[in-house]
């Protein structure tokens, strides 16, 4: 393994939530990012928190905090510019903090499909999933360029760069999100 950072996306508002911190929402009595980190932990050599709000909180689970430099809550890709900006590998997995259900060889399956390729992609049938990435520290200075011009839209920023998209159709259900009091009470 040439080393990896994993990036668990922590920094957004949960507006779809009620304005809460998902990460920090109770799922199996649980902060929801405890199973984040649990299924992340072993695919990785070290972990970030990209997180803005309730710092404290997300030190208590032992990995570094970094929050976004890039102001107003822009998006996963703030997240991801924290992230890279902090990683010490050349490789940086980013998996979002309301995905308990995360692939467990997320990073292997990415890692054997990169090759050249700046990021490699999961995507199930044809619905990509762009915060589950192996991304290449190396577009660190091309995401900066594409964030102080004003860009926001991720599939925008990918459009510069070489991406495969890794088939994960065996494991669709891994990749659910949890964006609503909804969505948590049936996980």
Not at 70 to 80: D, E, H, W
Request: proline share 6%; glycine share 10%.
């Amino acid at each position: 393994m040439n080393g990896v950072t994993g990036i668990v996306l922590a920094g957004g508002q949960g507006r779809r939530m009620g304005g809460v911190d998902k990460g920090l929402q109770l799922l199996h009595g649980k902060p929801m990012i405890a199973a984040v980190l649990a299924r992340l932990a072993p695919q990785v050599d070290e972990i970030l928190i990209n997180a803005n709000q309730n710092l404290e909180a997300y030190v208590q689970f032992g990995h570094r905090v970094v929050p976004d430099t890039v102001g107003g809550f822009a998006g996963p890709l703030a997240g991801l510019h924290a992230g890279l900006s902090a990683a010490s590998h050349p490789l940086v997995l980013t998996v979002p903090c309301d995905s308990p259900f995360l692939p467990l060889d997320l990073f292997s399956r990415l890692e054997n499909e990169m090759n050249q390729n700046d990021l490699a992609v999961a995507k199930t049938g044809d619905q990509p999933h762009p915060v589950f990435a192996l991304v290449r520290s190396s577009v660190l200075q091309n995401l900066e360029n594409f964030l102080a011009a004003g860009g926001r839209k991720i599939d925008a920023w990918y459009a510069s760069l070489k991406v495969i998209e890794v088939p994960f159709d065996d494991e669709t259900d891994a990749f659910r999100n949890i964006n609503t009091r909804e969505e948590l009470d049936s996980a």
